[in-house]
């Protein structure tokens, strides 16, 4: 149930930064900032689930 | 340049649905219909032989998972890099007409291809179901599985078409290494099967990274190895940042060239 929590607030939180750079910045820096922000997104699920996997002993 | 908007990528999405079955009775369902005719003709081939190779769960029950698990991604993996290294050769009559986010029109295509994908892995998990499988947390990974893939696949497309417009080949030749690299994935074979030599080199592919992880979730119940999914999404943005530094240098060219 935990990692479920975490996939939605993390996916959330993605969704939520990614509308406000791509509504509120005009310049092209808009396209790099959604990248570093896609690499962050996926690199910290994939970094802290099993983390979370470990800390609740299912890994 | 103008940026992608969301109606305007929804709007495309319809039209290649509509576009790409007009006149046909079967309609959208062939999207779906000719991975699952691929998946047929290799279960029947390679089943039996495969079947008793897969470690842990060796019958050809197994084997249709382990080879659904592997097919369907990788058919969308594929027509999406496939489709987008002619896209701006096909859209060359919207291009020169209206002044678009050539971007968008690899991102139509990804969507299409998403549309297709859930398609098919709905039909699976509907088999699943009536089979009484047991679903894991696991499976919680797969949307972000896919969406790695797909930006794999967005990166690498976009490479393709930039160099299309300019060197017509390229089209041919994303074909053929498309092909070659299916082979050289363990999708329709187990990897046990080759020898060391080639197994070491099959664990740099990032398209056996991916379709692990789908078998590992799939057949294995377990969880993807992690460790290679970070690596891959490192690689993944570094290459999606070059593909777009390299079209933003020849975008005005690309526009010119068509």
């Known amino acids: ?59 | 340049m103008s940026t992608p908007s969301a109606s305007f990528i929804i709007e495309l999405t319809k039209r290649d649905f509509s576009e790409r079955f007009a006149g046909s009775v079967l309609g959208s369902l062939w999207a779906i219909i000719w991975p699952l005719v691929s998946l047929f003709i290799y279960l029947v081939i390679f089943g039996r032989l495969m079947g008793a190779r897969l470690p842990g769960a060796s019958d050809m029950h197994a084997y249709g998972i382990y080879l659904a698990a592997g097919l369907i991604p990788w058919t969308s993996f594929a027509n999406t890099i496939s489709r987008s290294a002619s896209v701006f050769l096909d859209k060359k009559h919207i291009i020169t007409k209206v002044n678009l986010s050539l971007p968008s029109l690899l991102l139509h295509i990804n969507l299409s291809e998403a549309i297709t994908f859930l398609l098919s892995m709905a039909l699976l998990f509907l088999f699943l179901l009536t089979r009484d499988y047991s679903f894991h947390t696991g499976f919680l990974l797969l949307p972000f599985i896919y969406y790695l893939q797909q930006l794999l696949a967005f990166s690498l497309g976009l490479f393709a078409a930039v160099l299309t417009v300019f060197v017509r080949d390229v089209r041919e030749i994303t074909g053929v290494i498309l092909q070659l690299w299916f082979w050289f994935t363990p999708i329709v074979y187990v990897l046990d099967i080759l020898p060391a030599a080639v197994q070491r080199l099959i664990l740099l592919n990032p398209a056996y990274i991916l379709a692990e992880a789908y078998q590992r979730i799939f057949v294995f119940s377990d969880f993807p190895a992690f460790r290679p999914l970070l690596i891959l999404t490192l690689i993944t943005h570094i290459f999606l940042f070059f593909s777009y530094v390299l079209f933003r240098s020849l975008e005005k060219d690309i526009r010119d060239f068509l």
């Open chain 1, 1 to 59: 149930m935990i990692e479920l929590v975490f996939l939605v607030c993390w996916t959330s939180l993605f969704l939520v930064t990614a509308f406000f750079i791509w509504k509120r910045i005009t310049e092209h820096v808009k396209v790099y900032l959604i990248l570093v922000l896609h690499l962050i997104f996926l690199g910290g699920i994939f970094y802290f689930y099993p983390i979370i996997l470990s800390l609740i002993g299912k890994s």
